[in-house]
């Protein structure tokens, strides 16, 4: 995974609530078997059919943070959702609320998800649609987002903060914790289903 | 200290804590379908790890299934390189597969509880967000992402942060025609999709220990669409004459200790919950949705909303979208929304009650001209089970389509979807803008309303016939 530490982009307004995670990537781009290349089914309903969608502004291209209303990431547990907007070249996604399931699978991903509060959302869209040549400062050494006029803190436990900065991964992590997961299955319920 | 059910079974997996880190617990069991894990495995082997417990792990094949012609080759190449996929990775890491043909396949959701698989007390995690269905048995199940999915796969445990409690008491009793699908679009609309984010909800309440095993993963299953980790409900006599001689069950001495185990789990009388939601079941009738998101809906017998009577500007612009999309128009009554194809099936409403009651309604009437009704089991084993009471019979007697099982139109990853434009009542779970298939409009409903709409065409409730 790669580090993250301070990341600075132009803002993409995104004015919705209940962004799910059909409309971040819809299921037909799911049978696909392989990791990356999936910045094509990125929002890709609405980049089809509405011209007034913000990624189909070209003033927007290039876009790396994302601004989004409340619950952006609800429904499906598709980790296709991360993997899309990674691939298109997101590097944060900010929102009053998120999907826990996809927070956290961007979490792991090293897709910074960052809370504020709606109001500063409010003002960032306000800004970056003044603006579409507006950049957000996302930082994760300070925890916190900046913009012109903004300056707001964020929260993110110190845990999963030291992992994204240092873009490691989790499975190496609990692998040195083998001796406790060793100890643990001595001591589970003998009566415990087993599937063969 | 007092605790809930859900830091019970918590508590009881804690492989490690410590300070400054998430809490590692042990899985119990994974289950595996082919779409959230290709990459997973592809990951192991490009670290050259293997499975650590393959005999706590099962896999079937139920997102991409056709549900027709299930034993022939997928059409859909890209469908059957992932079916495929699956196959081969089952085979090279030793994980148990249920393939279309085999009696034992279905979704996923489905296959674990009628295996036995699914018992109280345990941690269950599948990639896929319905993985909360299990929640019914007293069991702590979450959907989890592909990441997740290879740790599982590795390690046996994941890293999980913590989580706050949820009581939903849905007191007194249900009138007849009114079901669990109605509770939970209920508390959903109640509470809203981002309402229960960061909490485990446990369902309880006289309302709820009415009702069957099916009808209660019925209700987790949507935990997840208010938002939540995950729903539980105590285990108790129905949970165990549920579970009890199922393939997987445990049998004698063991049997006896498991239940005394499961008993202990009920949620200490002193302990607190973080936040509570109470609805009363008498005034709970038959629920529809009319807008895109599952907190969109209302009762069968209001009209369609007006946003302009929504306080929260998010939540009006929210309802402009939805209706927008939906072609629907303040005020029009629910009950004159016609449609164009009925769903019944999927992880919510795909086991045999739900078929039976349906079928139940359907029963010497026919769907109505115009109108195309899916019937999809949730796995073959409730087809067989279907056919054995003649079930399937009456489906096709009225005109509906009868079909393999599979996760189907709920999420239209097969050739099962709606045209642009098409309106379904569904018994599924999710009213995403194109989630049935692009340009889709979707009602959520219960099995009843569903039988009773494919009747009539028009979103009804048996009481209308």
Known sequence: ???F???????????????????IIPAVYLKRVARTGFEDGLFAAWRANDPD???????????????????????????????????YGFKAVLAPRFGDIFRGNSLKGGLLTVLLPQEVIERLWALSEADPATEITVDLVEREVRAPGVTEPFELDDYTRWRLMEGLDDIALTLRRTDDIDAYEQRRKSWLPVTR | MARTMAEKVWEEHVVRRADGEPDLLYIDLHLVHEVTSPQAFEGLRLAGRG???PDLTVATEDHNVPTENILGPIADKVSRT???????????????LFPMG????????????????????MTIVCGDSHTSTHGAFGALAFGIGTSQVEHVLATQTLPMAPFKTMAVTVNGALRPGVTAKDIILAVIAQIGTGGGQGYVIEYRGEAIRALSMEARMTICNMSIEAGARAGMIAPDATTFDYIKGRPHAPEGAEWDAAVAHWESLRTD?????DAEVVLDADRLSPFVTWGTNPGQGAPLDAAVPDP?????????AAAEKALAYMDLRPGTPLSEVRVDTVFLGSCTNGRIEDLRAAAEVIRGRKVADGVRMLVVPGSMRVKEQANAEGLGEVFTAAGAEWREAGCSMCLGMNPDQLKPGERSASTSNRNFEGRQGKGGRTHLVSPLVAAATAVRGTLSSPADL
Do not use: C
């Not at chain 1, 209303?69 to 991360?82: I, K, L, Q, Y």
């Not at chain 2, 009388?269 to 919950?273: G, L, R, S, T």
């Not at chain 2, 302009?308 to 009006?316: G, K, V, Y």
């Open chain 1, 5 to 23: 530490t301070v990341h600075t982009g132009r803002a993409v307004p995104l004015r919705a609530s209940n962004v799910d995670t059909d409309q």
């Open chain 1, 1 to 3: 995974m790669e580090k």
């Open chain 2, 102 to 121: 085999d009696i034992d396949q279905g979704i996923v959701h489905v296959v674990g509880p009628q295996l036995g698989l699914t018992q109280p007390g």
């Open chain 2, 82 to 96: 992932q079916i495929e996929t699956l196959r081969k990775n089952a085979a090279e890491f030793g994980v148990r």
């Open chain 2, 308 to 316: 302009a009577e929504f306080a929260d500007a998010t939540e009006r």
């Open chain 2, 51 to 53: 499975v650590r417990r």
């Open chain 2, 269 to 273: 009388d002193d302990a607190v919950f």
């Open chain 1, 53 to 87: 969608f913000v990624l189909n502004k070209p003033e927007y291209s290039g876009g790396s943070v994302l601004v989004a209303g409340p619950d952006f990431g609800t429904g499906s547990s598709r980790e296709h959702a991360v993997w899309a907007l990674q691939d």
